[in-house]
């Protein structure tokens, strides 16, 4: 006997599938000419938020929900972005605490972006390419059983030193939710084999999607 799925489910299906997704983020083609790229490490941009409030990002003016974050977060994405680009040799990493000492020295009041383009001046760099992490909170549970779920939102943005202009952002911001619950994260769900994953599985994968936007020569 064939199996066979109910016309109405499938109705559904197709229904779901021609909602309107998620803008999809144009590839950016990083140019020959960017000969040395400063990474700066991930920094808490919700440290002096409460939980569930609106962050704006400094660099993008995109909001996000903020929420703990876990010490480890941003050497695990710090880390895990040097690992990704360790293959190419134009770039130098830089930890948030040594920006701040550049940016003591230059005794202003300047924004992100201003003190950013500045670092990578001082540092001889043709672009810099930094990013925050708005929340970071771990399953409590077990794989098969969550009493609440991993929550992960970073963001990652290239910004041309020459004129301070950010020519490409992207993001990664989800919480895991149930099959039942949520059906547009089908195959997303179906990678994870039905399993609740942790903050880590979370964040490291959504940093391999987001980097996928990012090419270079």
């Given at each position: 006997m064939k199996n066979t799925i109910p016309a109405v489910f499938l109705s559904f299906l197709l229904i779901t599938s021609c909602?309107?997704?998620?803008?999809?983020?144009?590839?950016?083609?990083?140019?020959?000419?960017?000969?040395?790229?400063?990474?700066?490490?991930?920094?808490n941009a919700a440290e002096n938020s409460g939980d569930s409030q609106g962050v704006r990002c400094p660099l993008s003016g995109k909001i996000f929900v903020s929420g703990e974050v876990?010490?480890?977060a941003e050497n695990l994405l710090s880390g895990h972005l040097k690992k990704i680009l360790q293959k190419y040799?134009?770039?130098?990493?830089?930890?948030?605490?040594?920006?701040?000492?550049i940016r003591s020295e230059n005794g202003t009041g300047a924004d992100e972006r201003q003190m950013l383009a500045e670092t990578g001046r001082k540092l001889g760099a043709d672009a810099v390419l930094a990013g925050h992490i708005y929340r970071y909170r771990d399953r409590v549970g077990a794989k098969l059983s969550v009493e609440s779920p991993a929550s992960v939102a970073f963001d990652l943005h290239f910004l041309r030193v020459a004129d301070g202009r950010v020519i490409w952002s992207n993001h990664f911001d989800e919480t895991q939710k149930a099959l039942t619950d949520d059906l547009f994260r089908l195959s997303s769900f179906l990678q994870r084999d039905g399993q609740w994953i942790t903050a880590e599985q979370m964040a490291?994968?959504?940093?391999?999607?987001?980097?996928?936007a990012f090419q270079l020569p």
């Open positions: 909602s309107a997704p998620e803008p999809v983020v144009k590839p950016l083609h990083v140019s020959p000419e960017m000969k040395k790229i400063l990474v700066v490490s991930f920094r876990a010490p480890e040799d134009q770039f130098i990493f830089i930890t948030p605490d040594q920006v701040q000492g490291l994968a959504g940093l391999e999607n987001i980097m996928e």
